[in-house]
Structure formats: structure tokens, C-alpha cells
T-cell receptor, first 114, second 114 residues
Framework: KNQVEQSPQSLIILEGKNCTLQ??????????LRWYKQDTGRGPVSLTI?????NTKSNGRYTATLDADTKQSSLHITASQLSDSASYIC?????????????FGTGTRLKVLA | NAGVTQTPKFQVLKTGQSMTLQCAQD?????MSWYRQDPGMGLRLIHY???????DQGEVPNGYNVSRSTTEDFPLRLLSAAPSQTSVYFC?????????????FGQGTRLTVV
């Protein structure tokens, strides 16, 4: 069964600290992996999109890694800011029946404290 | 360029009532989709459209109808609201249903069915 699991479920860190969020998936055949940031009461906003051949991709203080062999991805946030408080969602896509399908993780809720 | 616009932002319905959630995008995107987001679950696909006049069912289509008469608009209709349809609904669009195109989400509609 195609699944995306994220950990931890929630995380609290102090401003300025780094953190790493995990995403494990069993989606096949793999097409790409995306990380989204979702602020409370808002829609998800894309952070990175990674294909099978990409190991690392950065977007400012956000760095995503992908290990297609172990089917794991991580999102590293450097020097966290209060505005990083949000849910981070991992999404894995696969191609099926003529179109791309997306499996969403349940997200990691990050709280950054001053 | 407003991106993806959803209306209304909040709605309360009585069981059995019908209503339409509006979604419009001004980016000339071909692919549009509707998701629902429930606590403890990842976003789940309700319906999607790969272009004007073409729609298809997603993972959880029962109780919902869609149409795509123009490229810009993709309304979601609840035929007879049920408490199980209480959720936050997101509309998303991408340029095309291709592997690495970025998805843009609307702000969401929080629907409560009493």
C-alpha cells in the first residue's frame, strides 16, 4: 500500500536552533517528493520538489534530502525563526493510470519559541 | 495575479443542504484539484481536472460533484451535506499534470455541517 509517514508528529524548538523532520515512504513507482509548509489557516506552500536522481535541494534555510534507496527524506531547517512555526507536509507522487497521483503525509507541526 | 482563490473562507451548513465551493485561478493552469484535510490525516483528493471539460474522481469522491466549463474555474458541489463532510477544503492548480510542476493551493474553505 502506498503510504507516507512523517515524524515527529510535533516538535518544539527555541528560536535560532536547527531541526530535522523525517519522511518515510512506500510509494511505488516513485515520481517525485515534495515538501510543503502550511501556516495555520492557510493553504500549503511548496518548499522543494525532488526527483529520483536528486539527493539534496535547498530553499533558503530549508534543505531537503532524499535517499531513494531507503525511501527516506528529511527536511532540515537552519537557524529557525518564529515564522517557521507551521506544519510541514511531505508529499510523494507516482504515475498511475495515465496521471500523477499524490500521497500526502499527515505533517509535522513545528512550534518555534522565542 | 491572484493565484488560486477560494470562496467562501468559512461556511456552516445544515444536514441535507447543498452548496458550491468556488475555486478560481488566473495562471492559465490546466490541472486543478480539490482536497479535503481532516485532523490526523493527510490531504485526500476528491476530484481533479486535467483541462476544461475533463474531470475525474479522486480518492474520496462520494457526495461531491465537479465541473470544469472554463480553464479558470473549478467549483465543488456538495449535493446533500452530511456531518462527515465537515472538513477544510483546498483547491489546487498546476500548470500541467506533469512530473515536476509546482502546485499552488488556495487559502482553504472551512466547512461545518451540523
Amino acid at each position: 500500500k502506498n503510504q507516507v509517514e512523517q515524524s515527529p508528529q510535533s516538535l518544539i524548538i527555541l528560536e535560532g536552533k536547527n531541526c530535522t523532520l523525517q519522511c518515510n515512504y512506500t510509494v511505488s513507482p516513485f515520481s517525485n517528493l515534495r515538501w510543503y509548509k502550511q501556516d495555520t489557516g492557510r493553504g500549503p506552500v511548496s518548499l522543494t520538489i525532488m526527483t529520483f536522481s536528486e539527493n539534496t535541494k535547498s530553499n533558503g534555510r530549508y534543505t531537503a534530502t532524499l535517499d531513494a534507496d531507503t525511501k527516506q527524506s528529511s527536511l532540515h531547517i537552519t537557524a529557525s525563526q518564529l515564522s517557521d512555526s507551521a506544519s510541514y507536509i511531505c508529499v510523494v507522487s507516482y504515475f498511475y493510470s495515465g496521471t500523477y497521483k499524490y500521497i500526502f503525509g499527515t505533517g509535522t507541526r513545528l512550534k518555534v519559541l522565542a | 495575479n491572484a493565484g488560486v482563490t477560494q470562496t467562501p473562507k468559512f461556511q456552516v451548513l445544515k444536514t441535507g443542504q447543498s452548496m458550491t465551493l468556488q475555486c478560481a485561478q488566473d495562471m492559465n493552469h490546466e490541472y486543478m484539484s480539490w482536497y479535503r484535510q481532516d485532523p490526523g490525516m493527510g490531504l485526500r483528493l476528491i476530484h481533479y481536472s486535467v483541462g476544461a471539460g475533463i474531470t475525474d474522481q479522486g480518492e474520496v469522491p462520494n457526495g461531491y460533484n465537479v465541473s470544469r466549463s472554463t480553464t479558470e474555474d473549478f467549483p465543488l458541489r456538495l449535493l446533500s451535506a452530511a456531518p462527515s463532510q465537515t472538513s477544510v477544503y483546498f483547491c489546487a492548480s498546476t500548470l500541467r499534470a506533469e512530473r515536476n510542476t509546482e502546485a499552488f493551493f488556495g487559502q482553504g474553505t472551512r466547512l461545518t455541517v451540523v
